[in-house]
């Protein structure tokens, strides 16, 4: 049992009930207790709207809970608030930088407001910038910083009144698996170094693995408490990976995997699939017992996000995703090219944010283009919807010259964008429908299509709700509707799944499959490595330029050898990406695919 010096938050049964436009009561938090302790990195991790910034906000002394009892530090953060909140640092998810203000005047700003001056002031600068490796950049606006550099700089401005206690609202979603392990090395050290108290919420399941106390919140209520390991062991006996067949994708296995009520989950890893069966599997007997489909699976040792999958499957009696069929189209080859860019460039004034690239995506495949923020990625995609003009180079979509066709090319295109860009003071129903006449769609067509888009997407009781208020797996569903109504050939996804929980990337990626297998070509950025493995083929980018290119496995063959552990394409990506900043390191890396 911890003492009580020991613990920095202390919550007791917390419920917290909002209340929608829609007049409906929604509970995000509901009878809650939990604990983080002092030196100690607590993670909250659950699908959207399972109360993890609500319980954050609530330690932040930002809102008060219906009932229950809080104490932050020792105080009771209902009745004390500014107590709390003169101990803490808290870093929402979309952090108050000034955007017009250099890195340093934002934090001569931040330590303005905390009254933090003179000697402390200087000594807390001089450690921040080493911390963050902002030093070279102190004289630049913070709105022309990559987004893994304003993360960093909204911690730095987080830290420059040294907090008893950190509370951090997913600080590294969306941002690059560089910006993320630079951002997690100055936590750890935070930690383990200074004996800092942080609480953080994370989409990232690799990152409440790195935790030594874990939360698992399911709409408003904690199903388990404990050391990663002891989720982990949850789907111990039961986590098995396998090949798929012959000539036959990860992805469209998982599909089928997914598919038998045996297995509780499934996802690509490394060419295989990786799952987990509902029961135990007896001590020696093999992995196909009772299923055909997973014969030759190997077992392996359960992790964290395994034991996660677990516990919403059953505790919370999540069902598998289901996918309806989409609009028939024709078989076509798959070596038909249906986008090809040759010397693509793109300048803004002097700055190159495209150099030169060129590739090509077959009909009905995945592409992905992957590469650290600020890489050209998004560039690349506005060019190819026709939302920008390119400076030079050609580039051909569906058959048409983008660059002299724009409109024309765009009927052709379903684009979801890196944030959320449909209109969040209309309804879920009114964006469709505007959706529906840009697209040109009238009269019993659009009926229909806006009828099925709601049926596909589970949408039908969120109709009346504005979409601002959409949890953001819903905000997801809703883009990828809306996106999808004029019924594209080609559908274009940047970071679509940035901040979604694990539960919706993988209805996601069921949604993509049953999409590429009608016909539909997609082509999609992330910055999780591991949803890399969904595509067929894939680039990585940086500073506008192309740095590999090839299937997954060829990807993966990049990374560095390390014994008994099988390299993953994070491994490879931040090894290709360093290369290609340091020249010199090229040799460890191999040749391009």
């Known amino acids: 049992m911890s ?66 009892e809080l104490t932050v530090l020792g105080f009771d953060v209902a009745a004390h608030p500014q107590e709390v909140q003169d101990r803490i640092g808290y870093m929402p998810q979309k952090f108050g930088l000034y955007e017009d203000l250099s890195v340093q005047e934002n934090l001569d700003l931040y330590a303005d407001l905390h009254g933090v001056g003179g000697e402390q002031r200087q000594q807390q600068y001089l450690r921040l910038m080493e911390m963050t490796a902002l030093e ?13 550099m304003k993360q960093k700089l909204g911690l730095a401005c987080t830290m420059v009144r040294e907090p008893e206690l950190l509370l951090l609202d997913e600080p590294t979603v969306g941002v690059d698996p560089l910006s993320r392990r630079d951002l997690w090395a100055i936590i750890l050290r935070l930690v383990n170094e200074q004996g800092l108290s942080v609480l953080l919420s994370t989409s990232y399941l690799d990152e409440a693995e790195r935790c030594e106390h874990v939360i698992v919140l399911h709409s408003g209520k904690a199903l388990a408490q404990g050391h990663p390991g002891e989720i982990a062991a ?94 028939h189209r024709p078989d076509q080859p798959s070596a038909e090219v ?105 009269g019993a067509s659009k009926r229909s299509r806006i009828d099925w888009a709601m049926a596909e997407f589970e949408l039908g009781p969120l109709a009346r709700l504005p979409s601002i208020q959409l949890p953001g797996g819903y905000k997801q569903r809703l883009a990828m509707a809306a996106a999808l109504l ?42 999780f490595m591991e949803e890399a493995e969904y595509c067929d083929r894939l680039v990585i980018l940086d500073t506008g330029r192309i740095l590999a290119q090839g299937t997954p496995a060829e990807i993966r063959s990049r990374a560095p050898a390390e014994p008994n552990r099988e390299p993953t394409m994070e491994d490879a990506f931040l090894a290709i990406v360093e290369a290609g900043r340091y020249p010199s390191q090229a040799d460890a890396v191999g040749a391009v695919a």
């Open 3 to 68: 003492s009580a010096a020991n613990i920095q938050i202390l919550g007791r049964d917390l419920r917290k009930v909002f209340h929608r436009a829609t007049g409906e009561l929604v509970t995000a938090l509901d009878g809650i207790s939990i604990e983080a302790h002092k030196a100690t990195l607590t993670a909250l991790v659950g699908p959207d709207g399972a109360g993890k910034t609500t319980l954050i906000r609530l330690a932040a002394g930002l809102m008060a809970p219906d009932s229950g």
């Open 136 to 148: 070279p950049f102190r004289n630049r606006l913070a709105g022309q910083l990559s987004g893994g």
């Open 234 to 327: 949850l789907a111990r006996d039961r986590t098995f990976i396998v090949a798929p067949p012959a000539g036959q994708p990860a992805r469209s296995f998982q599909t089928r995997l997914l598919a038998e009520p045996e297995i509780l989950d499934a996802v690509p890893e490394a060419g295989r699939v990786r799952f987990v069966l509902a029961g135990v599997t007896p001590a020696g007997s093999h992995a196909n017992n009772g299923l055909p489909a997973a014969k030759n699976a190997v077992l392996v040792q359960p992790r964290f996000e395994d034991g996660f999958m677990v516990l919403l499957r059953q505790t919370a009696h999540q069902d598998h995703p289901v996918t309806t069929a989409f609009p």
């Open 338 to 442: 249906i986008v090809d860019v040759r010397d693509l460039v793109r300048q803004f004034g002097s700055f190159t944010a495209v150099d030169h690239i060129t590739f090509e995506v077959h009909r009905g495949e995945v592409f992905g283009l992957l590469g650290p923020n600020g890489a050209g990625k998004t560039t690349t995609f506005r060019m190819l919807c026709g939302l920008l003009q390119a400076t030079s180079g050609t580039l051909h979509v569906a058959g048409m010259d983008v660059r002299h066709a724009r409109a024309s090319a765009r009927q052709q295109i379903g684009y979801v964008a890196q944030k959320f860009s449909l209109y969040g003071q209309l309804s879920v129903a009114e964006n469709l429908e505007f959706f529906a006449s840009a697209y040109g769609l009238r």
């Open 486 to 527: 004029h019924d594209p050939e080609i559908l274009f996804l940047d970071e679509p799944t940035s901040g979604a929980d694990p539960l919706a990337r993988r209805e996601f990626w069921q949604r993509i499959t049953a999409l590429v297998e009608e016909g539909v070509t997609v082509i999609v950025t992330t910055h």
